[in-house]
Structure formats: C-alpha cells, structure tokens
C-alpha cells in the first residue's frame, strides 16, 4: 500500500535555531499534503494545506512565516520551524492524499522538543 | 466545519473482551478514518470507509452514513492492542481533516 515517510522522527534543538522535517510520498505521487500537529492529550489539529507548486494554505491562529511550508515536488513537503521556541515543543505530523483523493496516508509524526 | 466527537475517552478492558469504540459527526462525509496512535506518537491507519463495514483481521469498522455514526470494534482483545484509536473526517478545513480527541484503550492482562 501506499507509504508515507516523515524524517526526523525525532528533534531536540536549541531556542532560536529552525528545524526542518520532512515528508515523502514513496509510491505515489501526492499534490495535497497537511501538516498537523498535537499538543499532549490533546488531538490532531490541521495546521496548514500544502499543495505541490503554490503556496500553503494556512489554517487560522498558524503563523505562516514561523512554520513555512515547501512542496516542490509532487513527492516531498517540508515544514520548517523557524526560530523554535520551547513552545513550538509537540508532535508534528504530515498526511498525503491518495490518488483518490479520498485516502489519506500519515507519516509517522516528528516529536520536536525545543530547550 | 466537521465535529467529530468519541467515545468513551478512556477505555480498560480484560484480555479477550470485546471493545467497542464510537464515533459520531455533524457533516456529511464521503469516506471517515480510524487510526491507532502508538505511545511513541506515530500513527498507523486502520481503515478508510464510506460505507458498510470493513474488517482487518481482529478489527472491524462500520459506517451508517444516514446517521453519521461509525464504530470500531476489536475482537479478543490483547494486551498489545493497548493503544489510543482516532476517528477522523474530512472538513477540517482546506479539504484536511478533522480528528476525535481519542480512546485511550488499555487491555490488561
């Protein structure tokens, strides 16, 4: 079945650095992606629509130039959060739509933890 | 938007019973999503429905789209199948979807 890949899985960084986590479509060509993210306890939440070759769609209250997205290609989106702060600290994880456009495949989430 | 409410929210059971958890949403969907949420965090999906009843070896998923109501059910439950379960639906906004807040189910052994 179609797989989705999300690298790290894990990241500490230090306050004001910018971590980039990525993710690929490995048997299918994906031109929808979304990032969510989930605080402790709490569920998944939609941060933005990544779609190959524009811009991402932001959900309200995500700061657009704190978590930019990238889908250059129909197999990759990256999400890079700039100057993280411990609170950007969560588990971040990235969907790709299927070729139905019905499906929906996850990565396996990033757990980033900013000190 | 799409609100997608579970139950129960916390889950123990015995080794062997059968668990049912539920899922109700207040848009009409095509297909809904089950996932399990490993304690590391990744998530593995279960099923993708939009209609009937989907079975994977001790798991099986049901839909009544009139109601806007799905079930998972895990037979002979194990230990190993201690887990958090998500339902998700489309509408969460630019097409994503919208997520339960999740059973915590622990089987004991």
């Known amino acids: 079945g179609a797989v989705v890949s999300q690298h790290p899985s894990r990241v500490i960084c230090k306050s004001g650095t910018s971590v980039k986590i990525e993710c690929r479509s490995l048997d299918f060509q994906a031109t929808t992606m979304f990032w969510y993210r989930q605080f402790p306890k709490k569920s998944l939440m939609l941060m933005a629509t990544s779609n190959e070759g524009s811009k991402a769609t932001y959900e309200q209250g995500v700061e657009k130039d704190k978590f930019l997205i990238n889908h250059a290609s129909l197999t990759l989106s990256t999400l890079t959060v700039t100057s993280a702060h411990p609170e950007d600290s969560s588990f971040y994880i990235c969907s790709a739509e299927g070729p139905s456009n019905t499906e929906a495949f996850f990565g396996q989430g990033t757990r980033l933890t900013v000190v | 938007k799409n609100e997608v409410e579970q139950s129960p929210q916390n889950l123990t059971a015995q080794e062997g019973e059968f668990i049912t958890i539920n899922c109700s949403y207040s848009?009409?969907?095509?297909?809904l999503h089950w996932l399990q949420q490993h304690p590391g965090g990744g998530i593995v999906s279960l099923f993708m429905?939009?209609?009937g009843k989907k079975k994977h070896g001790r798991l099986i998923a049901t839909i009544n789209i009139q109601e806007k109501h799905s079930s998972l059910h895990i037979t002979a439950s194990h230990p190993r199948d201690s887990a958090v379960y998500i339902c998700a639906a489309p509408g969460g906004g630019a097409d994503g979807l919208t997520f339960g807040k999740g059973t915590h189910l622990i089987i004991q052994p």
């Open positions: 429905l939009s209609s």
């Open positions: 848009v009409g969907i095509s297909a």
